[in-house]
């Protein structure tokens, strides 16, 4: 019984000194927030394909989804959230996070980018050029854009001549310019306060994009849509610095090989593509009126328009060589 008893525990021993020497494969939990729905373009067709790539193709992470302002509801803190290290990874608006982001004004320039690929991809080489500021204390994963922004009327115009006196909403400050630059009387606001002054009567139109539209449920209150590139709306999906620092090199790899240019090009695409499915559905259903404009009426407006380009040079540090370089990169792509 004694001789038993000691090889029993040689044998325990033996099997402690090999457990303790196996690998042990712990999972490093990323939480990602947004303020916006699963079932956003963003989310739906941008991030979770691109945290699913990454819990695919590496063990060291596990990516997961708290949707919906789970984290932290407003827009305007989505950027001093992840900076905060309260969610590991979110999508910011850099329009949200006034004064953060300079440059990031050049993608809301209008009849500058003329669909959300060129915007995406020309958001990401600008970073990688160092020219975009702004990013203390987070790790850029990935830089996407919504197709452009359209014109919906409430009151119908039949060109942009037309606006004169109108009420408009504006996105932001750019925007504002652009409108008041056409003698329009321009107005900021929210998504909820543009509706409700589009059913009050008070607003004769909004820029505004195709999806933001469907998503804020714009179209009923609108009769009809000018199909102009009046500038894009940038987004950034950023990563906490420290989080970042403590993944493994495996890990960063994977990250950023769906992340980067290959983000760029699906979520340009993607918001094409639903874009186009909404404006084609509006098509069919024929009771909005589509206000179409020729190459030549585009580049004519878009000309009028370099005023509001020359004022956003002037006012942004080291604008002039991040708007330069913006049109270089769109010039080769359109090559």
């Keep these: 019984k004694e001789y038993a008893m000691k090889n029993l525990k040689t044998l325990m021993a033996a099997i402690a000194v090999l457990l303790t020497s196996l690998p042990v494969f712990a999972q490093d939990l990323v939480k990602i927030g947004t303020f916006v729905p699963e079932k956003s373009v963003g989310v739906a067709h ?6 699913e790539a990454v819990n695919t193709q590496t063990d060291s992470v596990q990516m997961k989804g708290f949707w919906g ?7 305007f803190k989505q950027f001093e959230l992840v900076q905060n290290g309260v969610m590991d990874v979110s999508w910011v608006l850099p329009a949200y996070t006034a004064g953060q982001f300079p440059e990031m004004g050049v993608f809301e320039l209008p009849f500058l980018f003329r669909t959300a690929e060129e915007a995406s991809v020309v958001g990401w080489k600008l970073h990688e050029q160092g020219l975009l500021t702004g990013f203390d204390g987070v790790h850029v994963i990935g830089f996407f854009a919504a197709e452009p922004n359209a014109l919906f009327m409430k009151t119908k ?44 009567g008070t607003l004769d139109g909004a820029v505004q994009g195709w999806t933001g539209m469907r998503t804020f449920k714009s179209l009923a209150l609108v009769d009809q849509a000018h199909a ?20 493994s090199s495996d ?23 639903v874009g ?16 179409e404009y020729s190459d030549e009426q585009i580049n004519q407006w878009g000309e009028a328009a370099k ?29």
């Design 46 to 51: 941008v991030i979770k394909p691109w945290m």
């Design 69 to 75: 302002g789970t984290l932290g509801k407003s827009p």
């Design 157 to 200: 115009a039949k060109d942009l001549s037309a606006l004169k006196n109108m009420k408009i909403r504006a996105v932001g400050g750019i925007h504002a310019s652009w409108l008041e630059s056409l003698g329009a009387a321009s107005e900021t606001l929210s998504s909820a306060e543009m509706n409700e002054a589009l059913n009050r």
């Design 228 to 247: 102009v590139p009046a500038g894009a709306i940038p987004f950034l999906l950023l990563m906490n610095q420290s989080k970042w620092d403590s993944l």
């Design 251 to 273: 890990a960063q790899g994977k990250i950023m090989e769906h992340g980067g240019l290959s983000m760029a090009k699906m979520g340009g695409g993607a918001y094409t593509a």
């Design 276 to 291: 186009e499915k909404i404006r084609a559905s509006v098509i069919d259903e024929g009771r909005i009126e589509m206000v």
């Design 307 to 335: 005023s509001v380009h020359q004022a956003w040079i002037s006012a942004t540090p080291n604008g002039q060589v991040v708007y330069d370089a913006a049109v270089a990169a769109l010039t080769e792509m359109r090559k």
